[in-house]
């Protein structure tokens, strides 16, 4: 339910990008979740000080587990003096404890990760552990660390020592840079900073220093400034960097055209107000009204033209906006302009919306001219194959467009069933069941990272099983992953679904899809009378099954609801609701979640694509985005020309994870899509 705050910010195919969607990134964060892979490099990677009972822990667990308890139980117990000495600052403790009682621990490696933070920790030693650690979550931490802690220290010779390569971090990077301008890289730094300065881009600390110093230097001059301005002032989101670039140049030789430009940001439709003397300003403004008014601004191009003079740089940047916001206009678009000003476009993403535009205008002669543009890579991506094989067949090259569709036609996706299904061919599963061929001791014992895990679970220690279950899963084998995955999965079912998340193993459907909170669900279902399939897939997507989560607008528990959603569903159906924090009940989420839905299966003819876009995005949207120009579109038709690439994406995986918890349920014959929403007029 991020519709409600949000636009498009993130999204994509689950294959390929889950862990750079937003849900991924937040999913994990909040209050239980064992896993973050996009949690703030703040957050600690294992807890220092921790409530311990060995009597109380241990009731906790199952007989079969109290094995595994036992295994460390002394050193368990010594490694909790050492955290209690490290918080009271006895070092000395710490190392002997480490050195004679906890040599084969395995949560020792956090003891010399910490022990390593200390001032008197040697470079040598410090390199030794980033190099060799074999752990690379305290690895890369160290790192950082040790980045930021050399950093303010103006030791930019051992900064580099200890990351010779630029860190993946932005703001790492910026100090990274700042150390290599200090250490005889100053002209390739200089050349770095000021492109990103003049090109509007966002600037980390460490780069705002370096901003500073090369303005202190005469470097970077107003002029530079007077670029980053114009270059931000356009774009959708370059607010902050434009006004703090305006505050700059306020007083200065560009005053003027900085009250101007302020003066018509929000209003650039009025362009015409700008004296013909100052062509620059008035082209910055023009390109802004190009963006957000395409069609209006195209009448007005060549009297502009004629007016102010633009350069020719000025006139084609204002030209390719113009022609790349038309892409999302549904009428009255003069293609022959837009496809002149992309003939020569290198820019992927005005490439990807002019193929979603000649998929909307069912062009397919131009489907396959801007395939045949876009990168090989992408090229073998489900979307793009079923358009080249649709295509292919819609221009009369039948058996080429046949073989790749029937290819297709046999993998596991939304584009894979959607081929099948138009084809007459059965959807495959091709489920790969769990199998537990190794106990959990064989499994401790071949996975150094599970045993760690497992300690920190005994030890209650959230950010410590956080951390090391990101690091089982990387370095296990795709079956013993599964296998680690299905054993505590039965207490935490999210950490089957990271399984596959982290090894791809995308046929292992139970763990994949599973079916928590069932009684809940089939209660609900049926009261609601919405299918309990599809409320799985919504929550399945919404939370990857969290009732914890909460996301960054403050969309909560397993369906992701806003409170003012909840609030108004409840007040409509007259149902029991105590406010925001009861979202994190699965009961309440679930009742408050199902009923949203009947109401958007009612709004929309119980056609679930426009639903699921209507729950991503908003039922306005959803409407919006039909045809209204009297042209039958099919289904595949209006999600491929979804503009947000979230929602674009939300759509394909609520689908296709119904289907899947169908099958998952028993379902004898799932269904796809209706025969409603098969045959429905998009």
């Not at 294959?15 to 964060?29: E, N, Y």
């Not at 000649?358 to 358009?387: G, T």
């Not at 094989?389 to 939304?414: D, M, N, P, Y």
Request: with cysteine; glycine share 6%.
């Amino acid at each position: 339910m991020l519709w409600q705050t949000v636009k498009n910010k993130l999204g994509g195919k689950e294959v390929a990008r889950s862990i750079r969607t937003m849900m991924l990134v937040f999913v994990g964060v909040v209050l239980s979740g064992v896993v973050c892979p996009g949690c703030a490099e703040q957050e600690p990677v294992y807890s220092t000080q921790v409530q311990y009972t060995p009597e109380e822990a241990v009731a906790k667990f199952k007989k079969d587990e109290q094995a595994d308890f036992a295994r460390f139980a002394k050193e368990r117990a010594i490694y909790v003096q050492a955290l209690e000495a490290y918080s009271t600052g006895d070092m000395q403790t710490v190392k002997t404890l480490r050195r004679t009682e906890l040599a084969t621990y395995p949560l020792s490696i956090y003891l010399d990760f910490s022990l390593l933070q200390l001032p008197e920790a040697s470079l040598a030693s410090v390199q030794a552990f980033i190099n060799s650690s074999g752990h690379d979550a305290l690895s890369n931490r160290l790192k950082a660390y040790y980045i930021k802690r050399l950093a303010e220290a103006q030791n930019y010779k051992a900064l580099l020592k200890i990351s010779p390569e630029a860190p993946k971090s932005a703001g790492l990077k910026c100090l990274w840079q700042q150390a290599r301008y200090h250490q005889g890289y100053r002209t390739q730094v200089q050349n770095k900073i000021v492109s990103m300065y003049r090109h509007g881009e966002v600037m980390a600390p460490g780069c705002i220093d370096l901003v500073s110093t090369l303005q202190k230097q005469g470097v970077l001059s107003d002029e530079d400034t007077l670029e980053r301005m114009l270059s931000a002032y356009w774009t959708r989101g370059g607010t902050k960097i434009y006004r703090n670039a305006a505050v700059r140049l306020a007083k200065g030789r560009y005053a003027k055209a900085v009250k101007i430009l302020g003066k018509y940001y929000d209003t650039p439709a009025r362009y015409k107000a700008v004296p013909a003397s100052m062509g620059k300003t008035a082209a910055v403004i023009f390109r802004r009204w190009a963006r957000q008014d395409p069609l209006d601004a195209y009448q007005e191009l060549e009297q502009f033209r004629k007016t102010y003079h633009p350069t020719a740089r000025d006139l084609a940047n204002i030209k390719e906006t113009m022609a790349y916001a038309m892409l999302f206009e549904k009428e009255g678009v003069p293609m022959h302009f837009v496809d002149s000003v992309l003939a020569k476009t290198k820019n992927v993403r005005y490439l990807e919306q002019r193929f979603r535009r000649a998929v909307w205008d069912q062009d397919f002669k131009h489907i396959l001219a801007v395939l045949e543009r876009l990168p090989k890579s992408d090229l073998q991506n489900d979307n793009y194959r079923y358009w080249h094989g649709r295509a292919l067949v819609e221009t009369g090259h039948q058996e080429a467009g046949q073989k790749i569709l029937k290819k297709l036609a046999q993998e596991r996706s939304f584009y894979g069933f959607y081929a099948a299904t138009e084809l007459g061919l059965p959807l495959l599963v091709n489920e790969k069941k769990v199998k537990l061929t190794s106990s959990r001791a064989e499994l401790i014992k071949r996975n150094p990272s599970y045993a760690r895990y497992l300690e920190f679970m005994f030890l209650a220690d959230k950010f410590g099983m956080r951390t090391e279950w990101a690091e089982a899963m990387k370095d296990a084998t795709v079956e013993d992953a599964r296998m680690i995955a299905y054993i505590e999965s039965q207490e935490d079912d999210t950490l089957g679904i990271w399984e596959t998340i982290y090894k791809k193993d995308w046929g292992a459907l139970s763990l994949r899809f599973p079916l928590s909170y069932r009684s809940i669900y089939q209660r609900e279902s049926s009261e609601a009378k919405v299918p309990e399939s599809f409320m799985y897939g919504i929550t399945r997507q919404e939370s990857m099954m969290n009732h914890k989560a909460i996301s960054p607008v403050g969309a909560r528990g397993l369906m992701q609801l806003m409170p003012g959603t909840a609030t108004m569903v409840s007040k409509k159906h007259n149902l029991p609701y105590g406010g925001t924090s009861e979202l994190l009940q699965p009961e309440v989420n679930v009742r408050l979640g199902g009923v949203y839905l009947r109401d958007l299966l009612d709004t929309f003819d119980n056609n679930r694509i426009f639903v699921s876009a209507g729950y991503n995005a908003g039922p306005g949207r959803a409407f919006k985005w039909q045809s209204k120009d009297g042209k039958r579109r099919d289904a595949i038709t209006y999600v491929e020309s979804i503009p947000f690439t979230e929602t674009r994406g939300y759509v394909q995986h609520v689908i296709f994870y119904d289907y899947m918890y169908q099958y998952l349920q028993g379902v004898e014959t799932p269904t796809f899509l209706s025969e409603a929403e098969w045959n429905h007029y998009y």
